[in-house]
T-cell receptor, first 114, second 114 residues
Framework: SQTIHQWPATLVQPVGSPLSLECTVE??????LYWYRQAAGRGLQLLFY??????ISSEVPQNLSASRPQDRQFILSSKKLLLSDSGFYLC?????????????FGPGTRLTVT | AQKITQTQPGMFVQEKEAVTLDCTYD???????LFWYKQPSSGEMIFLIY??????QNATEGRYSLNFQKARKSANLVISASQLGDSAMYFC???????????FGTGTRLTVIP
C-alpha cells in the first residue's frame, strides 16, 4: 500500500531563517506531488505541484520554492522566512491527471515563524 | 474559474443522527470531479468520497453519501448514524478537466454531541 511521510511534524523558526520541509511517498511510481498551505481556520491553498522529476509548477508567487530531486521526494524550501509563512503545510500525491483522481495527503508540518 | 462554497462554518449533530454538510460549486467545464475530505484535529486530510460530473447515480461510501444536484451545482455530504469520531473539519473540493490540483472550500466544523 502507498504511504506518504512528512517531516518535521512541528517547526518553530525565526523570521529570516531558512526552511526545508521534506515529503516522501512509498508504494507508487511517478506520482503527481503537491504542496499545500493551510492558514489557521482556512481552506487549503496550492503552492506547488510536480508531475515528474525536476518539473515544478508554482501557483502562488512568494518566497518559497520547491524541488523534486527524486521520483518520490518533494522538498519545500525558503531562504528567508516571513511571519506570513506560518501555517500548516501539507504534501499530497495522486496518480493520473484526470478529474477522477483523488489526492492523498501526508500528516502535515505545522510551521510557526516567530 | 472554479469556485467552491461551504456556507456552514459549524454544525452540530446528535450522535446516531444524520447530518448534511452543504457545498456549492461553480465551473464552466462540463467535466469535473467533486471530493469530500475529513480533517480531524491531528491535521491529516482523509479522502471520503468522490462524485464525477457525468455519474448518473449519487456516490456512496459506507455511512457517507453525496447528494449531487447538478442543475443546482450542489454536492452536499450526508453522514448517516453520526459517531463521536466524526467530529472534525470537512472540506469540499473540486477539480475540472483543465486543472492539475483540487480547489478547496473553507470547510465546515462538525461536532457530534453524545
Amino acid at each position: 500500500s502507498q504511504t506518504i511521510h512528512q517531516w518535521p511534524a512541528t517547526l518553530v523558526q525565526p523570521v529570516g531563517s531558512p526552511l526545508s520541509l521534506e515529503c516522501t511517498v512509498e508504494g507508487t511510481s511517478n506520482p503527481n506531488l503537491y504542496w499545500y498551505r493551510q492558514a489557521a481556520g482556512r481552506g487549503l491553498q496550492l503552492l506547488f505541484y510536480s508531475v515528474g522529476i525536476g518539473q515544478i509548477s508554482s501557483e502562488v508567487p512568494q518566497n518559497l520554492s520547491a524541488s523534486r530531486p527524486q521520483d518520490r521526494q518533494f522538498i519545500l524550501s525558503s531562504k528567508k522566512l516571513l511571519l506570513s509563512d506560518s501555517g500548516f503545510y501539507l504534501c499530497a500525491w495522486s496518480v493520473g491527471q484526470g478529474v477522477r483522481y483523488e489526492q492523498y495527503f501526508g500528516p502535515g508540518t505545522r510551521l510557526t515563524v516567530t | 474559474a472554479q469556485k467552491i462554497t461551504q456556507t456552514q462554518p459549524g454544525m452540530f449533530v446528535q450522535e446516531k443522527e444524520a447530518v448534511t454538510l452543504d457545498c456549492t460549486y461553480d465551473t464552466s467545464d462540463p467535466s469535473y470531479g467533486l471530493f469530500w475530505y475529513k480533517q480531524p484535529s491531528s491535521g491529516e486530510m482523509i479522502f471520503l468520497i468522490y462524485q464525477g460530473s457525468y455519474d448518473q447515480q449519487n456516490a456512496t461510501e459506507g455511512r457517507y453519501s453525496l447528494n449531487f444536484q447538478k442543475a443546482r451545482k450542489s454536492a452536499n455530504l450526508v453522514i448517516s448514524a453520526s459517531q463521536l469520531g466524526d467530529s472534525a473539519m470537512y472540506f469540499c473540493a473540486m477539480r475540472d478537466s483543465g486543472a492539475n490540483n483540487l480547489f478547496f472550500g473553507t470547510g465546515t466544523r462538525l461536532t457530534v454531541i453524545p
